[in-house]
């Protein structure tokens, strides 16, 4: 699976939008780009995936690039709840669709 | 709906004890998976089994074993209980290719484990 490179670290103040980038360089034909989050210590949660079109959701929207090395998760009107570390993840929908977790982005919404 | 439903929520192992982590999905899931996850570290891939009687090696599975006898349980087995063993486990599952809308993976609330 293609690795990914995200920010440690981000802030935005309550109500802007949060965009957190992702590369993602070595992405291959056949993988979706996965956005998960973790708040706190709970399990991981999932937002919102994409292959090569823009993508929303109720929750958020992913920007990709046009030729798929990068990507941006948008949360238009960030919230105190959406404090929690952001992963961004490449994956095949083939096989057994094993998700590879770095260190991802964690990201301190600020009233 | 439970989702995914993992017991027990905390433990505390002796060095050299064993234990059995259980996890349930009653969402009819193809896919489970256990993970584990360090103090300030991403998750890492111990086992995952696409199917009852299927089960395969993720990143990390030395001290580890699991089975997959049904659908719905996915046990991960600790055999000899090491301090770099002290973890928080999570159990997934995912509905594989199940028809679209796809919801991604859903995980479990997590075993805090402690071995001294």
């Known amino acids: 699976d293609a690795k990914t490179t995200q920010p440690p670290s981000m802030d935005c103040a309550e109500g802007r939008a949060a965009n957190l980038p992702c590369n993602h360089s070595?992405?291959?034909?056949?993988?979706?780009v996965y956005w998960y989050r973790q708040i706190h210590s709970q399990g991981p949660q999932y937002i919102i995936h994409?292959?090569?079109n823009n993508e929303t959701n109720e929750m958020a929207s992913l920007i990709i690039t046009e030729d798929r090395k990068s990507s941006t998760l948008i949360l238009p009107h960030a919230t105190l709840r959406d404090t929690a570390v952001y992963y961004c993840?490449?994956?095949?929908?083939?096989?057994?669709?094993?998700?590879?977790f770095g260190q991802g982005t964690r990201l301190t919404i600020n009233p | 709906n439970a989702g995914v439903t993992q017991t027990p929520k905390f433990r505390i192992l002796k060095i050299g004890q064993s234990m059995t982590l259980q996890c349930t999905q009653d969402?009819?899931?193809?896919?489970m998976y256990w993970y584990r996850q360090d103090p300030g570290m991403g998750l890492k891939l111990i086992y995952y089994?696409?199917?009852?009687?299927?089960?395969d090696k993720g990143e990390v599975p030395n001290g580890y074993n699991v089975s997959r006898s049904t659908t719905e349980d996915f046990p991960l087995r600790l055999e000899l209980a090491a301090p770099s063993q002290t973890s928080v486990y999570f159990c997934?599952?995912?509905?594989?290719?199940?028809?679209?809308?796809?919801?991604?993976?859903?995980f479990g609330s997590g075993t805090r484990l402690t071995v001294v």
């Open positions: 969402m009819n899931h193809n896919y």
């Open positions: 994409g292959l090569k």
């Open positions: 070595t992405i291959s034909g056949n993988e979706y």
């Open positions: 089994s696409v199917g009852a009687g299927i089960t």
């Open positions: 993840i490449v994956s095949s929908i083939q096989g057994a669709q094993k998700l590879v």
């Open positions: 997934a599952s995912n509905p594989s290719n199940s028809p679209l809308p796809f919801y991604g993976y859903t």
